[in-house]
């Protein structure tokens, strides 16, 4: 019987976890190695050792409605993206609203976590930790893995020659904070990704010149959508899901294409991906097209080669005087933690979990790692509903036979409706939009055609919130305030 659970980190995804073992009558105890919660959002001016690191300008990509816990709204008066100060004060907020605080053990750190002996029974792990020098060892029944993905970072030197002889400065993107001390200089940043585009803008308010280096495009998406709403809560509809799944897949793409250049042709910007269907996470910058019209930001393709001062790309041009280089070349996943490494295995950056939670090869489902799939919508919520899933594992209540089949999830990168709607029906908290329909039509038709926002997840079911429905009949509200 699961009684003490282990959650590693106080991000967003472990402060779930620990209030949903709190929720189930579990007894959760938190660590984590910083002094404060927020895991990813707590901004520090230096990078540190083993933590997540943000620069200061960091923004929500999600907006406010689609991104909260879903039994805890943003304040009205929000804005609906965030700048990262302001979302750490919303994260403290929900650990002092259901008092999570007293079960974080602070500036504690996680070295070991090992399976008991008797693991093939009892399904206990041991778990080391380190605080002020002193080693503390103790036995939990589950551990929920709540570290996070952006922590390690992805530095590969060895596929651009000649970056020993470059006399110019570099590093990766984690160690950036502000643009001042560019100011003047000529930058290269590396790397497509959220990180790269938002450097590379910012930096072209200071620097003489910056050029972005792209190895694959990607399609650059902009917060304020039609009408000037939040492109989430226009884009992330059950409707829109139904007729995707419907619709023959060569019309889904073609629709898809015409969807991401509905405000530029990215081919004119160059920025295309080269696979054009490619449904990969896009960029959230609406500053990038702008900053490339007006020639701060130049695109380039890939890096052939660097030289003491120029850079060679593979189309042949040189960039010559070159000062900085930003790798924003994205993070590895890594559990230091893990005595055997075969448990969380990860291969080419992907990891294979059950259900994009569970780690296969365990005689019993005692671990869960929460936060690591990527889909085209918010963490929080996703974390939130992986921690409900994983605790009723734990339990004993469900757990489908693919597990004992060997069915798993292999990628990080999912549809977000149709990943948490398998979630949610397994354990009974998916609305049922037709039985809405007789019973609550206005409901009904907003949760079909509206934005799928958290609260449609603690409707029904167990761990229910009284608040859901009013939460999503006044969500347009609390946008337009």
Same mark, same amino acid.
């Given at each position: 019987?699961?009684?003490?659970?282990?959650?590693?980190?106080?991000?967003?995804?472990?402060?779930?976890?620990?209030?949903?073992?709190?929720?189930?009558?579990?007894?959760?105890?938190?660590?984590?190695?910083?002094?404060?919660?927020?895991?990813?959002?707590?901004?520090?001016?230096?990078?540190?050792?083993?933590?997540?690191?943000?620069?200061?300008?960091?923004?929500?990509?999600?907006?406010?409605?689609?991104?909260?816990?879903?039994?805890?709204?943003?304040?009205?008066?929000?804005?609906?993206?965030?700048?990262?100060?302001?979302?750490?004060?919303?994260?403290?907020?929900?650990?002092?609203?259901?008092?999570?605080?007293?079960?974080?053990?602070? $500036?504690?750190?996680?070295?070991?976590?090992?399976?008991?002996?008797?693991?093939?029974?009892?399904?206990?792990?041991? &778990?080391?930790?380190?605080?002020?020098?002193?080693?503390?060892?103790?036995?939990?029944?589950?551990?929920?893995?709540?570290?996070?993905?952006?922590?390690?970072?992805?530095?590969?030197?060895?596929?651009?020659?000649?970056?020993?002889?470059?006399?110019?400065?570099?590093?990766?993107?984690?160690?950036?904070?502000?643009?001042?001390?560019?100011?003047?200089?000529?930058?290269? &940043?590396?790397?497509?990704?959220?990180?790269?585009?938002?450097?590379?803008?910012?930096?072209?308010? %200071?620097?003489?010149?910056?050029?972005?280096?792209?190895?694959?495009?990607?399609? *650059?998406?902009?917060?304020?959508?039609?009408?000037?709403?939040?492109?989430?809560?226009?884009?992330?509809?059950?409707?829109?899901?139904?007729?995707?799944?419907?619709?023959?897949?060569?019309?889904?793409?073609?629709?898809?294409?015409?969807?991401?250049?509905?405000?530029? $042709?990215?081919?004119?910007?160059?920025?295309?991906?080269?696979?054009?269907?490619?449904?990969?996470?896009?960029?959230?910058?609406?500053?990038?097209?702008?900053?490339?019209?007006?020639? *701060?930001? &130049?695109?380039?393709?890939?890096?052939?080669?660097?030289?003491?001062?120029?850079?060679?790309?593979?189309?042949?041009?040189?960039?010559?005087?070159?000062? %900085?280089? *930003?790798?924003?070349?994205?993070?590895?996943?890594?559990?230091?933690?893990?005595?055997?490494?075969?448990?969380?295995?990860?291969?080419?950056?992907?990891?294979?979990?059950?259900?994009?939670?569970?780690?296969?090869?365990?005689?019993?489902?005692?671990?869960?790692?929460?936060?690591?799939?990527?889909?085209?919508?918010?963490?929080?919520?996703?974390?939130?509903?992986?921690?409900?899933?994983?605790?009723? &594992?734990?339990?004993?209540?469900?757990?489908? $036979?693919?597990?004992?089949?060997?069915?798993?999830?292999?990628?990080?990168?999912?549809?977000?409706?149709?990943?948490?709607?398998?979630?949610?029906?397994?354990?009974? *908290?998916?609305?049922?939009?037709?039985?809405?329909?007789?019973?609550?039509?206005?409901?009904?038709?907003?949760?079909?055609?509206?934005?799928?926002?958290?609260?449609?997840?603690?409707?029904?079911?167990?761990?229910?919130?009284?608040?859901?429905?009013?939460?999503?009949?006044?969500?347009?509200?609390?946008?337009?305030?």
């Amino acid at each position: 019987m699961v009684r003490r659970v282990a959650v590693v980190g106080a991000g967003v995804s472990g402060l779930a976890a620990t209030k949903c073992c709190l929720e189930e009558g579990l007894e959760p105890t938190c660590f984590e190695q910083s002094e404060n919660v927020g895991g990813l959002w707590h901004y520090t001016d230096r990078a540190e050792e083993g933590r997540a690191s943000i620069y200061r300008t960091v923004f929500t990509n999600s907006c406010k409605e689609m991104m909260c816990y879903p039994d805890f709204p943003f304040p009205d008066d929000h804005p609906n993206y965030m700048h990262n100060a302001r979302l750490q004060h919303y994260i403290c907020k929900y650990a002092e609203h259901f008092d999570l605080l007293r079960h974080v053990r602070f $500036k504690t750190l996680v070295t070991k976590v090992k399976k008991r002996p008797d693991f093939s029974v009892t399904g206990q792990w041991e &778990v080391v930790t380190r605080r002020d020098g002193k080693e503390e060892t103790a036995v939990f029944d589950a551990v929920m893995v709540c570290s996070g993905h952006h922590v390690y970072p992805n530095l590969p030197l060895a596929e651009f020659p000649g970056i020993q002889k470059f006399k110019g400065c570099y590093f990766h993107s984690r160690e950036y904070k502000e643009p001042e001390k560019f100011r003047g200089k000529k930058v290269l &940043v590396i790397g497509l990704g959220n990180s790269g585009c938002d450097i590379a803008a910012e930096l072209s308010t %200071v620097a003489s010149q910056v050029y972005l280096s792209s190895r694959s495009g990607s399609w *650059v998406m902009s917060r304020v959508w039609d009408n000037g709403y939040p492109w989430d809560m226009l884009v992330i509809t059950r409707f829109r899901t139904w007729l995707g799944n419907i619709l023959p897949r060569a019309i889904s793409d073609w629709l898809y294409v015409r969807g991401m250049n509905r405000f530029f $042709k990215h081919e004119n910007f160059g920025l295309m991906p080269l696979d054009r269907t490619s449904r990969k996470e896009p960029v959230f910058n609406d500053d990038l097209p702008s900053r490339i019209a007006c020639g *701060v930001v &130049v695109m380039k393709p890939n890096v052939k080669e660097f030289r003491e001062t120029s850079v060679l790309f593979q189309d042949g041009t040189v960039q010559d005087d070159v000062d %900085v280089v *930003v790798f924003a070349t994205g993070y590895s996943y890594s559990y230091p933690f893990m005595e055997d490494d075969s448990i969380i295995k990860c291969r080419d950056n992907q990891v294979t979990l059950y259900k994009g939670i569970l780690p296969p090869r365990l005689e019993k489902p005692t671990m869960a790692v929460i936060g690591l799939v990527q889909s085209l919508g918010p963490i929080i919520p996703t974390a939130d509903l992986q921690c409900r899933w994983a605790v009723k &594992v734990f339990q004993g209540r469900w757990l489908g $036979k693919c597990w004992v089949k060997g069915c798993f999830l292999t990628t990080l990168q999912t549809d977000y409706i149709t990943y948490m709607d398998e979630l949610a029906s397994a354990i009974g *908290v998916k609305p049922n939009v037709l039985k809405l329909l007789l019973t609550d039509p206005q409901l009904a038709l907003k949760v079909f055609f509206g934005p799928c926002s958290p609260y449609q997840f603690r409707l029904v079911g167990p761990g229910k919130w009284s608040g859901a429905r009013k939460a999503i009949l006044t969500q347009w509200d609390r946008t337009l305030q």
